[in-house]
């Protein structure tokens, strides 16, 4: 069994910036591919961005490439989400998610992933 869980979400006005951060516990995570999804009211869960299992390798959703960045701190079983120039837009709940899988590239599916956080609220203010 894994626990995510992730914090640092709020609210935060257009061009703003966050950083969320995905604890986990349990399996040892630091050997699996994680990720980050977003779910708006009324749409579904998509994907945001993800890295490998050692960090090398990244990938984004083209509507956040160039404003979020994914990162990884094994040591301390945590991945982040920083967001900068926020959008009314980017406003959702955000899930973190651990891969059932340890490959060199990165994950978009949802079907990918086994394990997610409760997620937490992202609110841009325009």
């Known amino acids: 069994q894994v626990q995510l869980v992730e914090s640092g979400g709020g609210l935060v006005q257009a061009g703003g910036s966050l950083r969320l951060s995905c604890a986990a516990s349990g399996r040892t995570s630091s050997n699996y591919n994680m990720g980050w999804f977003r779910q708006a009211p009324g749409k579904e869960r998509e994907f945001v961005a993800a890295i490998n299992w050692i960090g090398t390798g990244t990938g984004y959703a083209d509507s956040v490439k160039g404003r979020f960045t994914i990162a990884r701190d094994n040591a301390k079983n945590t991945v982040y989400l920083q967001m900068n120039s926020l959008k009314p837009e980017d406003a959702a709940v955000y899930y973190c998610?651990?891969?059932?899988?340890?490959?060199?590239?990165?994950?978009?599916?949802?079907?990918?992933?086994?394990?997610w956080g409760q997620g937490t609220q992202v609110t841009v203010s325009s």
């Open positions: 998610a651990s891969a059932r899988a340890r490959v060199a590239g990165w994950l978009k599916s949802l079907r990918d992933y086994d394990y």
